[in-house]
């Protein structure tokens, strides 16, 4: 009997933090690519960025992919080695 309440309540539980995608049929999903840029080293390979734009709900984000920090130890070192620590940037208001 104890295996079923748990059971019950872990499934429960779920439901209530599931969450709708709330996006209009006017909404659009981008991929933006940036070409490389041989003048600098962290921009030799290009990067990409997906874009999130609705205007019914007045949404227009770009979700930059591959953010990292320069102030990582031996960031030229782990970049070369592709050992770079990333993260996507997720914007503000």
Known sequence: MRRILYAFFVLASLNGYSQRLGLSEQSQISV?????DQDDLVQAFGHSA?????????????????VFSFNQPNF???FARGHNYYYVGIPTR
């Open 32 to 36: 933006i690519t940036l070409g490389p």
């Open 50 to 66: 997906i874009r999130v734009f609705d205007p019914a709900l007045g949404i227009d984000y770009a979700y930059n992919y591959g």
């Open 76 to 78: 030229y070192l782990n």
